[in-house]
């Protein structure tokens, strides 16, 4: 099993260019999430998917949409990027509401110029 | 707003010594989440815990849910263990919420 999987590993955008972070996991899971993580400051949730076919928003959701294509799959997409947004972002899935437990996938790092 | 409160934020400490850190939150929980992230920046989940204590190894977890505080000790420490430490509980008014501390960075010394 690869867990969970992410790419690009590294990119770099110019402002206001768009682009779709992919993250897939092996593992039969049904949460999926992604998360952005700044210095100085803890992991924070941008958006979820509790189940395939739902999304919703997290703490810092504005300039992201996401998509649950299917069970294994959740992308990450900016639309017009700017330079808050240069991060290292990261996707996670957790099994089911009883197991509490999240996996990470290795991390995106997104500097935006 | 600081739910999750971590100290220290950095500890340096020499090969073998015993180390601890603290995790105290303010939000209701029901089970805590002990992360570990390497340099390379890859995260590991360590521990999930909702009561009392667990072992890993040299890792050892402990958590107390009515006072909200949450103990990582590592026993003997090694070089390998350096890396940045993540409290993270779970729960909060949804029920269904991680929330993170900005985490301990350890250097172990040889």
């Known amino acids: 099993n690869a867990g969970v999987t992410q790419t690009p590993k590294f990119q770099v955008l110019k402002t206001g260019q768009s682009m779709t972070l992919q993250c897939a996991q092996d593992?039969?899971?049904?949460?999926m999430y992604w998360y952005r993580q700044d210095p100085g400051m803890g992991l924070r949730l941008i958006y979820y998917?509790?189940?395939?076919?739902?999304?919703d928003k997290g703490e810092v959701p504005n300039g992201y949409n996401v998509s649950r294509l299917n069970k294994r799959e959740f992308s990450l997409r900016l639309e017009s990027a700017a330079p808050s947004q240069t991060s290292v972002y990261f996707c996670?899935?957790?099994?089911?509401?009883?197991?509490?437990?999240?996996?990470f996938g290795p991390g995106t790092r997104l500097t935006v110029t | 707003k600081n739910e999750v409160e971590q100290s220290p934020q950095n500890l340096t400490a020499q090969e073998g010594e015993f180390i601890t850190i603290n995790c105290s939150y303010s939000?209701?929980?029901?089970?805590l989440h002990w992360l570990q992230q390497h340099p390379g920046g890859g995260i590991v989940s360590l521990f999930m815990?909702?009561?009392g204590k667990k072992k890993h190894g040299r890792l050892i977890a402990t958590i107390n849910i009515q006072e909200k505080h949450s103990s990582l000790h590592i026993t003997a420490s090694h070089p390998r263990d350096s890396a940045v430490y993540i409290c993270?509980?779970?729960?909060?008014?949804?029920?269904?919420?991680?929330?993170f501390g900005t985490g301990t960075s350890l250097t172990v010394i040889p």
């Open positions: 996670a899935s957790r099994s089911i509401p009883t197991r509490y437990e999240q996996y």
């Open positions: 593992m039969n899971h049904n949460s």
């Open positions: 998917s509790a189940s395939e076919g739902t999304t």
């Open positions: 939000v209701g929980i029901s089970a």
């Open positions: 815990l909702s009561s």
């Open positions: 993270a509980p779970y729960g909060g008014r949804t029920g269904n919420q991680f929330y």
